[in-house]
């Protein structure tokens, strides 16, 4: 039997652990067809909203869709009331952001559909725990809807979006602005802004973390009810030592389907989040259904994948290329973080300070943000706009002020707008730009230009531009002026999910030296 077992690669065993792991849980393996109805999935479309669906039209004339999730098909053919106990083995397809490429990822999760108890969180609790230790050392990260929702609260309803990119980044910078657009008092404020860089072990943070909400009785009680969960899960014997149990706000999964206990999970040999989970009563009752539902999904995609050995005591840091990278590397000289003379005047691309332990990449602007959140680099400085153009998964921490600017539409000077058709816009930043004109309800025609923009409607190729914006001397010399800004833009300190989890100590002493000099 061992000279069998040695035949399977290593994710395939870990696999096979899961499924056993599960089993013993009295979990019943649960399968699905490879295809489904699209209009199943249409009907949970915000659930999607960062990926395209694979769809083909069958025999019958059906529009069906290769699955990209395993829980909302459990959902869909669970009768109303009935209980369901069950794990699953499955390939979902994603998108990729970044490469537009479909993928197809491996993964094994479990759920539980009924009236959902302590203990059944107990229990999805240990198994992702159990689950996560099984592919290594790591991280399980927990929050709760109630102490979200209850942040959200503090503004009106057409701001939830933004409260929640606030948290989900540690922004503060981005809370202070809504506190500030809303005259919130000082003290709420402040305890906003020291929520969202609350980060790290439970105990170490819980009572913190309590005094900070003591202004908001509902999240005082959800986080009350984390702490039962944390006391009976770190009492148990059986639980391994591989894995961390970590307080942190910034983890929310979908907020629009989320209601209770959400948790994520991550493992140093990954630099992505590798487990997401929680209770989603809010999904069975959009489908009418009388039941909750608590459960978690993990890639198994790099599990068992032999990956580059990296020196742990070394920080890694992306910079842009150019003036602005000059920039950052003299702030943080200034600040004690690097040592002076690191960058060279030749063609490296990597300088290591070995004093400080510090690793520096010069990259290309735009693809700082793809370093970061692909673990190559643990932090980075990026523009605010090229965050906003690739949606990459990062965590935007500090605003450096560094930069600043806007994106903003301009035109000529003697521009009248034609509504009757559609508006040329010539700009680099394609994403950005249909936002917003999607966002006001206009229709256009797009000119994706990737230099010398204002050429474009002086020589009649678009009727307007969306581009960045510093002094507006380049355009006034054009005879162009801007008709409409979009959103300030400057440098910003962005953070690996993983990372984060693992060099936390490290990071934050950077952030706090560089504060103090911004």
Not at 190 to 197: H, I, M, S, T, Y
Not at 390 to 402: G, K, M, R, T, Y
Request: hydrophobic share 35%; glycine share 6%.
């Amino acid at each position: 039997m061992k000279e069998l077992w040695d035949v399977l690669r290593p994710e395939e065993q870990i696999e096979l652990q899961i499924r056993r792991l599960y089993q013993e849980h009295h979990f019943h393996l649960y399968q699905l067809n490879s295809f489904e109805e699209f209009e199943g999935y249409q009907q949970q479309r915000n659930f999607f909203k960062d990926s395209t669906i694979i769809t083909f039209t069958g025999n019958d004339g059906r529009t069906m869709a290769l699955k990209p999730d395993v829980t909302i098909s459990i959902v869909k053919n669970t009768p109303s009331g009935e209980r369901r106990k069950v794990y699953y083995v499955e390939d979902v397809y994603r998108q990729d952001r970044q490469e537009g490429e479909y993928q197809k990822i491996r993964q094994v999760g479990l759920e539980i559909i009924d009236n959902i108890s302590q203990q059944d969180e107990l229990e999805v609790l240990r198994l992702a725990w159990q689950s996560l230790a099984l592919v290594g050392e790591g991280t399980l990260d927990i929050s709760h809807m109630g102490i979200i929702n209850a942040i959200c609260e503090q503004f009106p309803e057409e701001e939830r979006d933004q409260v929640l990119k606030a948290l989900q980044h540690k922004s503060s910078h981005a809370m202070d602005e809504l506190t500030q657009k809303y005259n919130l008092p000082k003290e709420d404020s402040e305890n906003l802004g020291k929520l969202l860089r609350l980060s790290g072990k439970f105990e170490q943070f819980y009572e913190k973390a309590r005094r900070l909400l003591a202004a908001l009785p509902k999240a005082q009680a959800a986080l009350d009810e984390l702490k039962e969960l944390h006391d009976k899960l770190t009492n148990d014997p059986e639980l391994s030592s591989l894995i961390r149990l970590r307080l942190d706000f910034s983890i929310m999964n979908d907020a629009d389907y989320y209601s209770g206990l959400v948790f994520q999970g991550f493992i140093k040999e990954s630099k992505e989040t590798i487990l997401h989970g929680g209770r989603y009563d809010l999904l069975l009752k959009r489908q009418g259904k009388s039941q909750g539902a608590i459960g978690f999904g993990m890639k198994l995609n790099h599990v068992g994948e032999k990956t580059a050995p990296k020196d742990s005591e070394y920080l890694n840091i992306a910079l842009p290329k150019g003036r602005m990278g000059d920039t950052v590397y003299q702030l943080f000289t200034k600040a004690g973080i690097a040592s002076e003379g690191v960058f060279e005047d030749n063609r490296k691309l990597i300088f290591v300070d070995e004093k400080n332990k510090l690793r520096f990449f010069l990259v290309k602007p735009s693809d700082v943000a793809i370093y970061v959140e692909h673990g190559a680099a643990d932090i980075g400085v990026v523009g605010k706009d090229i965050l906003m153009e690739n949606s990459a998964h990062v965590i935007e921490f500090l605003d450096l002020h560094l930069g600043e600017c806007r994106i903003a539409v301009a035109a000529c000077n003697d521009f009248v707008e034609d509504e009757s058709r559609p508006l040329r816009v010539s700009t680099k930043y394609s994403n950005i730009t249909r936002d917003y004109y999607d966002g006001i309800g206009r229709s256009i025609e797009l000119i994706e230009l990737h230099g010398s923009i204002e050429l474009a409607p002086l020589l009649d190729l678009s009727d307007v531009i969306v581009d960045i914006v510093e002094t507006g001397t380049t355009l006034k010399e054009n005879n162009l002026k801007v008709i409409q800004d979009i959103a300030p833009s400057s440098a910003r300190l962005i953070i690996n999910h993983a990372t984060w989890r693992f060099k936390q100590a490290r990071i934050q002493e950077v952030i706090e030296k560089v504060r103090q000099e911004i």
